[in-house]
């Protein structure tokens, strides 16, 4: 399934609120392809634009329809915020992340 709210967000968006759950306050430099994003307390870049995953025919803007996720899934948008949804997805990331390195770790 692909979750929608049915709301619109910019990538910048996501990606600042995904650091946040991480703690990490991204600074932006750079226009178009060259954009970066920047971790505010290292100076690090932890954000590029990959040339590779344009789409050849770029939309400028994307509103997904969450009936399906409703009717199949039960899940309704108006119960999770925008925010919500972000720290749930980031929270998963990590926890996949570490039970990989269990597993790897365990059978080395």
Do not use: C
């Amino acid at each position: 399934f692909i979750i929608s709210t049915g709301e619109q967000h910019t990538v910048r968006e996501f990606v600042e609120k995904a650091f946040e759950v991480l703690s990490i306050k991204i600074t932006w430099e750079g226009k178009g392809a060259n954009e970066k994003g920047i971790d505010s307390k290292t100076g690090k870049v932890i954000v590029e634009i990959d040339p590779k995953y344009y789409r050849p025919t770029e939309v400028e803007t994307l509103l997904g329809d969450p009936t399906k996720a409703k009717t199949v899934l039960g899940w309704d948008p108006k119960e999770t915020s925008f925010d919500q949804l972000v720290k749930l997805m980031v929270e998963s990331d990590i926890k996949q992340v570490e039970n990989e390195n269990y597993f790897k770790q365990s059978h080395d």
